[in-house]
Antibody, heavy 121, light 112 residues
Framework: EVQLVETGGGLIQPGGSLRLSCAAS????????MSWVRQAPGKGLEWVSV???????YYADSVKGRFTISRDNSKNTLYLQMSSLRAEDTAVYYC???????????????WGQGTLVTVSS | QSVLTQPPSVSGAPGQRVTISCTGS?????????VHWYQQLPGTAPKLLIY???NRPSGVPDRFSGSKSGTSASLAITGLQAEDEADYYC????????????FGTGTKVTVL
C-alpha cells in the first residue's frame, strides 16, 4: 500500500527550528517528485516546497531561505528543515507525492495525514 | 498566497448538480497546464478527486467530473449526496518565477 506518515510537529517559539519527517512506504521517495504543502488553521492549502527526482529543489517565496527540503534514500524518508520560524508558519504540514507521468503536469497523490506546527511564545 | 480563485461556498439539495469554478491566469491554467481537484473532508487530509482536467482516479464516483477552458476550470458534482459535503481545491502548475504549484482558494460545498 502506498502511504506517507509525517512526524515532528509541535509547539516551537518564534525564531526556533524544527525538522519534519515523512516516511514513505509502497514506493521510493528518490524516484519520485516529493512536496510539502501546508494549511494554516481555518485556511486553504499553500504549496511550500518540492524536490524532484533529480534532486532539484524549489520553495515558495514565503519560506525561501528559511526552509530546506531533503530526502534520505536509506530511510525512504522526506524531510523539511524549518528555521527562523514565525507565527505565520503555524499550520498543518502535509507531505505528498507529486505524480508526473510523461507529458502530464504533476498532481499530488497520496497525501500524508499531516503534522501540526504551532509557532508561539 | 493563492493565485487560483474559487467561490467560497456553493450549496445544493441532495440529488442536485453543483459546479465549482477555478479561475487562473496566463501563467498557469491559461498557459495550458493541467488542472487537478482535491476533496478535503472535515478533519482529514486532502484526497485526489480529479487529475489531468477530467480524469477520475480509481474509486472516485462518476458523479464527479472536471473540465477546462481558457484560463478557467470547473468541477461538477451531479446527484449531490450528503457525504459530498467537504472543501474542494483546484491545483495547477505555474510558470512564474515565484511559484511552481498553485492551489485554489477553496470552496465549501454544503448539502442542504
Amino acid at each position: 500500500e502506498v502511504q506517507l506518515v509525517e512526524t515532528g510537529g509541535g509547539l516551537i517559539q518564534p525564531g526556533g527550528s524544527l525538522r519534519l519527517s515523512c516516511a514513505a512506504s509502497g514506493f521510493t521517495v528518490t524516484s519520485n517528485y516529493m512536496s510539502w504543502v501546508r494549511q494554516a488553521p481555518g485556511k486553504g492549502l499553500e504549496w511550500v516546497s518540492v524536490i524532484y527526482s533529480g534532486g532539484s529543489t524549489y520553495y515558495a517565496d514565503s519560506v525561501k531561505g528559511r526552509f530546506t527540503i531533503s530526502r534520505d534514500n536509506s530511510k525512504n524518508t522526506l524531510y523539511l528543515q524549518m528555521s527562523s520560524l514565525r507565527a505565520e508558519d503555524t499550520a498543518v504540514y502535509y507531505c505528498a507525492r507529486a505524480l508526473s507521468p510523461v507529458g502530464e503536469d504533476p498532481w499530488f497523490d497520496p497525501w500524508g495525514q499531516g503534522t501540526l506546527v504551532t509557532v508561539s511564545s | 498566497q493563492s493565485v487560483l480563485t474559487q467561490p467560497p461556498s456553493v450549496s445544493g439539495a441532495p440529488g442536485q448538480r453543483v459546479t465549482i469554478s477555478c479561475t487562473g491566469s496566463s501563467s498557469n491554467i491559461g498557459a495550458g497546464y493541467d488542472v487537478h481537484w482535491y476533496q478535503q473532508l472535515p478533519g482529514t487530509a486532502p484526497k485526489l478527486l480529479i487529475y489531468g482536467n477530467n480524469n477520475r482516479p480509481s474509486g472516485v464516483p462518476d458523479r464527479f467530473s472536471g473540465s477546462k477552458s481558457g484560463t478557467s476550470a470547473s468541477l461538477a458534482i451531479t446527484g449531490l449526496q450528503a457525504e459530498d459535503e467537504a472543501d474542494y481545491y483546484c491545483q495547477s502548475y505555474d510558470s512564474s518565477l515565484s511559484a511552481h504549484y498553485v492551489f485554489g482558494t477553496g470552496t465549501k460545498v454544503t448539502v442542504l
